[in-house]
């Protein structure tokens, strides 16, 4: 069954970076239009495959979303300070995490002078050349305004830019007059039109919403293991309770996207050293909303419904809509249970996990209090050890690779710092 679109895949992964920094994303957005229209008009390419490169342009910035929004006030600050370290983290993340791991180097080299570019053995150097360019211009585009002239950067052409890259740049520029539709958005209407020609396998779908749900890891790493303890969680209670095949996948989806909408919070809520004051909390618990906004017209209804109804309990207490038992289906309730646990058995920044005869006495006064199912909690504490074992080596997996992220980030940092001047 497709529960999602190749499409809608990549709007998701757009929409929901927005929540981290909105005018990140729209820089993105703005870039891989320049990019798509020079290759378009350069010519030798399919609609698929500027499709996709649509997708890696818009996605080009992606490792400054693990910097605080605040340094990003100053794009072009940023851009000219730090350019490096959200580069090569970028190239990492797309290289480990996504299924066009091929296309991971462009996001490395779309900073790097052509001067050095040009003498790289890669296949896909041209486009970040392009990158370069179309990311330069729409910074100098939106940061001078009327005053911005187009040609400012021909003196470098050669030597950090690509000349025939510039030269395709001016040209399309004018063709389709470029500065007036990014100016009045018209663009978007162009970049819509050639996202339609994406095509991704249904395994290569679930990889790109598994690299999204890694995405929560830019507010707290944290975040990515209570996910896959969710998710752990509720494959397995699904196994022992004989869902169907269709109502398990539905399950795996919604717990592992439910909580995207985290990425609108702000990081000293999510990580506060205490519990939070009402304010704070009633601010976090937008979080289902703000994942709701997202994910409406992007997955499939029943996927939506699960996902947003983790916080909803039996009594009708929960949120945000506060349905009662008989509004919710088997696979809402399991993922209520399965988010429950997670947030009682791992760490938090104001308390340790609590131990297996506390999670157990909690969650039989939520079962009492008529706020959880009692069948989906009786199967969980039934087969706790077997199910908390496999969490916890799904989680040092998790664990194991952001570490090789990180080392490996090291790495190619101190190869290619050179570039930081």
Not at 47 to 63: C, Q, S
Not at 155 to 172: I, N
Not at 306 to 323: C, F
Not at 360 to 389: A, C, G, P, S, W
Request: proline content about 2%; overall charge negative.
């Amino acid at each position: 069954m497709e529960y999602i679109k190749s499409k809608e895949i990549f709007l998701l992964m757009r929409d929901t970076l927005k929540l981290i920094h909105p005018r990140l994303m729209e820089h993105g957005s703005r870039v891989a239009y320049m990019v798509y229209k020079m290759l378009e008009d350069k010519g030798g390419y399919e609609e698929y495959e500027l499709a996709d490169i649509v997708m890696v342009a818009t996605l080009h910035d992606i490792g400054a979303y693990k910097t605080e929004a605040g340094s990003l006030s100053d794009i072009l600050r940023y851009e000219s300070r730090d350019s490096v370290a959200h580069t090569i983290y970028g190239y990492l993340f797309f290289k480990y995490l996504s299924p066009v791991e091929d296309l991971a180097k462009v996001i490395m080299y779309h900073h790097m002078d052509y001067d050095q570019l040009e003498k790289v053995d890669y296949k896909y150097k041209e486009l970040a050349a392009y990158i370069n360019i179309a990311e330069k211009m729409d910074i100098y585009f939106k940061a001078m305004g009327s005053q911005f002239d187009m040609h400012m950067f021909h003196k470098q052409a050669g030597t950090k830019l690509s000349e025939e890259g510039l030269e395709q740049f001016y040209q399309t520029a004018v063709k389709h007059d470029i500065f007036a539709k990014i100016q009045s958005e018209e663009y978007k209407e162009e970049l819509d039109y050639i996202v339609d020609f994406m095509i991704f396998s249904n395994e290569n779908k679930k990889k790109f919403l598994e690299m999204l749900m890694y995405c929560t890891g830019f507010r707290s790493e944290y975040s990515v293991v209570d996910t896959i303890t969710t998710v752990c969680i509720c494959e397995e209670i699904a196994n022992k309770m004989l869902l169907k095949e269709d109502e398990k996948e539905l399950l795996y989806y919604g717990a592992l996207i439910h909580d995207i909408g985290m990425l609108a919070i702000p990081r000293e809520i999510i990580e506060a050293p205490r519990k939070l004051e009402p304010e704070e909390m009633k601010l976090l618990r937008t979080h289902v909303v703000a994942a709701e906004k997202v994910l409406r017209k992007r997955m499939q209804e029943d996927v939506l419904e699960i996902a947003i109804a983790h916080h909803e309990r039996a009594d009708g207490s929960g949120y945000p809509r506060k349905l009662k038992d008989s509004q919710m289906n088997y696979m809402q309730k399991i993922l209520q249970v399965a988010d429950t646990v997670t947030g009682l058995t791992n760490k938090r920044s104001y308390r340790d996990p609590l131990h297996k005869e506390q999670v157990i006495e909690i969650l039989n006064e939520e079962v009492t209090k008529n706020r959880l199912n009692r069948q989906i909690v009786n199967t969980f504490i039934r087969f706790y050890d077997t199910i908390m074992q496999r969490v916890q080596t799904e989680s040092a997996e998790i664990m194991k690779m952001y570490q090789t992220l990180n080392q490996q980030y090291d790495q190619v940092s101190k190869k290619f710092k050179v570039w930081d001047k």
